[in-house]
């Protein structure tokens, strides 16, 4: 790829932006986060809309060259073919989508234990129902889609470790996302959950090391985990 | 195409399976829905996984030959291409599923006007909450959504009042069952969005229209809207 790519999401949460910097930074592609310059000024104009033949809604948006696509797994779908972190065929492209599909409803989820009202109103105008739900999400969701992963990487007879086929794919680095971030705002809750689901933790572990993910993690490009982002630490959500 | 689809889904709604249903009949494909005759015995199957390669989270699921596909906005990526319900090119192709996901997310919000806290508890449960989580939807949520596909139609310079390119695609056909939906289900906050939103409303009439889509709407295929689908009639919900 010549073209570098551009980048817009928030500048100071990892957000659903991560998925794509580690799609990004795995394929060692040349892009710019552009908001960590401009403080989401651009971003902002382009989900404004104006003369924009195809607006997005939100972000994450991907520009690159003439294409401006939206939405986090349609924007991975796009990277997974043009840099190989997805299988080529038809029905293994399919299959990988869906699973980053299935994550990115299991995102939804995991945002909602501390807005299960609004994302409109702070998280201190909803505490009382934000305990509940993440109550029933700790009990219930958590280990109903970690176990649904942990399923999916011991059906894969191809195996290794992967989610989809003998390598890794984008899905992988996106799973890596959820365990880590769900052990830095359910710690507890995750300390019982890990000893379950073996198969998670050492493919969170193994994307951890890989090099260009390993320099990448070292790096200020990686913004730190926060109290704005979809995975916060609020001791009280969590069991 | 030969061969026949299998649809399976939840036996008595609409639901998810619904917006697949509309672009398998649009495209009069060869399809069974399952679980009308079988109460979702086979899709129970499906989702227990047990020695299935690419086992699926949640329904709905497409089966197409050997291919097995899950996430409603995967399977309408599938179909699309198949049956013509999607421009051809990378870039159109984007797009339209680009739009789908947004509906998807929006799909999520309605739903949980309803189930605020966890879907594993019934509404009677969580009433409160639901009554909260509504008035902030209505107010915030449903206009923007609204408006975003508004603006989405207008700019689309080919034009004709449909969501992408010159012809009819399945966003279209979602955004039929998304206004029918929300019609049911918030008949009062309708009728003051509407008033802003025509060309959603001229959208859903076309589709309405359509030879196909209107035969299957009169057709016993038609599951009517109920109280245990995404769309729910609560008066104390609609403002």
């Known amino acids: 790829m010549a073209e570098g790519y551009e980048l817009h999401y928030w500048p100071s949460i990892q957000g659903r932006g991560e998925y794509v910097r580690l799609a990004l930074e795995e394929a060692r592609a040349d892009y ?14 382009l989900v404004g809309g104006g003369k924009i033949a ?9 520009k690159a060259g003439r294409l401006l696509i939206g939405q986090t797994a349609n924007i991975l779908l796009f990277l997974g073919e043009r840099h190989k972190l997805a299988p080529q065929g038809e029905s293994g492209r399919l299959w990988t989508h869906q699973l ?4 990115c409803d299991f995102i939804v989820e995991i945002h909602d234990t501390h807005h ?6 702070y998280y201190e105008e909803q505490k009382p129902e934000a305990k509940r739900r993440s109550r029933e999400f700790l009990k219930h969701r958590l280990p ?5 992963f942990e399923r999916v990487i011991a059906a894969n007879a191809k195996g290794k470790g992967h989610l989809v086929g003998a390598r890794l794919s984008y899905v992988d680095l996106s799973l890596f996302q959820l365990i880590a971030g769900l052990r830095y705002a359910f710690p507890r809750a995750m300390k019982r959950e890990e000893r379950r689901h073996r198969r998670l933790v050492a493919l969170h572990d193994h994307v ?15 913004i730190p985990f ?13 069991g």
Chains 1, 2 share one sequence.
């Not at 109903?144 to 649904?148: I, N, Q, S, T």
């Not at 951890?208 to 990686?222: F, G, K, M, T």
């Open 208 to 222: 951890a090391r890989r090099p260009a993910i390993a320099a990448y993690l070292a790096s200020e490009r990686r």
């Open 54 to 62: 195809t607006p997005p809604f939100a972000p994450p948006i991907l």
């Open 100 to 103: 980053q599909l299935t994550m």
């Open 226 to 238: 926060n109290e704005e982002g979809i995975f916060r630490r609020y001791r009280e959500l969590d």
């Open 32 to 45: 710019v986060d552009v908001a960590r310059a401009d403080e989401g000024a651009a971003m902002m104009r």
């Open 144 to 148: 109903r889609f970690l176990g649904y």
């Open 116 to 121: 299960p009202i609004s994302s409109g109103l």
